[in-house]
């Protein structure tokens, strides 16, 4: 019993001792093995053997000899970040990205498909499981290999019970979606919003790095939202925060249970769109609207310039609304909204300076499609440290 005790007991410990070394390897970038042994001060006996057996594991690896202090060269060990990947995906309602990531968050293989409309939930997942096994293809990998996939949806999440609660689109309504790709893929699976997805991406890579609190807004086939307040996720008493189609901005038309929300089914993409048949018939697939209205305002076009007028006021109206409730540092522009040039973000931030009294810093996103597929990947990286690599 003792004996079983002690041997418990001497894990624990080596298991300690071991996150310590990949935590100076891991905040260093590349360090010796007798500098590891002195900021933890663990002998260097025992550094080199737990560093050996690191190795052996795939976790460390040696890239060279560093500068000499009066003797040898001591060798350099580094992190391996090739030693698990990590997957992301988003579906926006129009297109599937994904991407297969190294432990840095670094991309190594990327893929894209536009679903064909309308894309119901089956539809998704077929995609979703292709573009997986495509991948896996491309960068030599197997599954065993991946700590996890991050998966972007749009509709209202529930994280904890890994179900959709409310997707129209898709016609997710209650679906454990979360399980249903874990058995497919053969992974875990992290699921969240589509656009809290971008929001976390913006957030750690883009615009928002250095701000506490960001709402990131998305004008795409719909409108929503993510909100970040003191450098936290908010997300509502059910997941449901962020969903600002809703807002009663615009016309009331009679809804189903169903159908979009006011603001969006006027505002969103297919809304302007619609507004604009008229004289922007022959506007291609997947072109901006709002770079084509522009264009067309620019040529003196009356119809063009007025309707901008009205959506850059709805949206605003959007805004201001967000920063009397949320007080939030910075909004960040997305979807369509990237698309606004200088003259039109200006005209917003003028009237939100009218409008309300603390008005936020307006930016557009910067990392393009690439924002969810970052926060996808970011958000599996916080699920997984890599201290829990060492369970492995």
Not at 92 to 104: F, I, P
Request: proline share 4%; charged share 25%; hydrophobic share 40%.
């Amino acid at each position: 019993m003792r004996s079983s005790k002690r041997t418990g007991s001497s894990q624990l410990v080596k298991k300690w001792n071991k996150e310590e070394i990949l935590q100076q390897v891991i905040a260093h970038g590349q360090i010796s093995r007798a500098d590891i042994s002195k900021h933890t001060r663990l002998s260097r006996p025992c550094v080199s053997a737990l560093v050996e057996e690191m190795m052996r594991e795939g976790l460390l690896q040696e890239v060279g000899r560093g500068d000499s202090r009066g003797g040898r060269k001591p060798i350099l060990l580094e992190y391996n970040y090739r030693a698990y990947a990590i997957a992301g995906a988003v579906f926006d309602g129009l297109t599937l990205e994904m991407a297969v990531a190294d432990l840095k968050g670094k991309f190594l293989v990327r893929y894209q498909k536009r679903l064909p409309q309308p894309a119901n939930g089956e539809l998704v997942m077929e995609a979703l499981a292709q573009g997986f096994e495509e991948m896996m293809r491309e960068c030599s990998l197997e599954s065993e290999r991946f700590l996890g996939i991050g998966v972007g949806l749009p509709g209202v999440t529930q994280r904890g019970s890994g179900t959709v609660s409310y997707s129209p689109s898709t016609g997710w309504m209650g679906s454990p979606i979360q399980q249903t790709i874990e058995e497919r893929l053969g992974l875990p699976v992290i699921i969240d919003n589509d656009v809290n997805m971008m929001t976390l991406g913006e957030y750690v890579r883009g615009v928002g790095v250095g701000y506490s609190s960001v709402v990131y807004l998305y004008v795409g086939t719909g409108i929503g939202s993510g909100i970040i307040l003191d450098g936290q996720f908010y997300r509502g008493s059910r997941e449901a925060a962020g969903e600002i189609g809703f807002m009663m901005i615009g016309p009331e038309p009679a809804r189903r249970d169903d159908a979009s929300g006011v603001f969006e089914t006027h505002y969103a993409a297919p809304g302007i769109m619609n507004k604009a048949k008229g004289f922007l018939s022959d506007l291609q697939v997947g072109s901006s609207v709002i770079e084509a209205l522009i264009r067309c305002a620019k040529e003196e076009q009356a119809e063009a310039a007025r309707l901008l007028d009205e959506v850059y006021r709805h949206w605003a109206y959007s805004m201001a609304n967000i920063a009397s409730i949320l007080n939030p540092e910075l909004l960040i522009l997305s979807g369509e909204m990237v698309h606004i040039d200088d003259e039109g973000v200006k005209r917003i931030q003028d009237w939100l300076c009218e409008w309300v009294p603390v008005a936020p810093e307006l930016k557009r996103a910067s990392l393009g499609e690439q924002a969810g597929l970052i926060g996808a990947v970011h958000s599996v990286l916080e699920a997984f440290p890599s201290t829990r690599l060492l369970d492995r």
